[in-house]
């Protein structure tokens, strides 16, 4: 079973970047899709963005597009999202997860498993 560790999270200010690390443990991403969702207090989980393992194709909330990155790294079992220009509605946890549901519901934490811990993230202005 694959278990989940999120890291990298911290607070900086309006403006600046973050890049989060999701790795995996217990075996490979192999056939999943990695997602990355966030979540504030009273709200449930929002989507962000999403990696297929095979293949590398990615989706994005459109919100965050153009402002953050989906990748992985093959050889360290991770993937990162890189965030710039963060704004202050950028400040959630930030959860990953997997799935193998088709691209059309990535949106869906529903059909996401095996989240981890969360990594915190803050912007202040």
């Known amino acids: 079973q694959v278990q989940l560790a999120e890291s990298g999270g911290g607070s900086v200010q309006a403006g600046g970047s973050l890049r989060l690390s999701c790795a995996a443990s217990?075996?490979?991403?192999?056939?999943?899709?990695v997602g990355w969702f966030r979540q504030v207090p009273g709200k449930e989980r929002e989507f962000v963005a999403a990696i297929r393992w095979s293949g590398g194709g990615t989706g994005y909330e459109d919100s965050v597009k153009g402002r953050f990155t989906i990748t992985r790294d093959i050889a360290k079992n991770t993937v990162f999202l890189q965030m710039n220009s963060l704004k202050p509605e950028d400040t959630a946890v930030y959860y990953c997860g997997l799935t193998k549901v088709v691209r059309s519901s990535w949106y869906d934490q529903s059909q996401y498993y095996n989240w981890g811990q969360g990594t915190q993230v803050t912007v202040f202005s």
């Open positions: 217990g075996r490979s991403f192999s056939d999943y899709t």
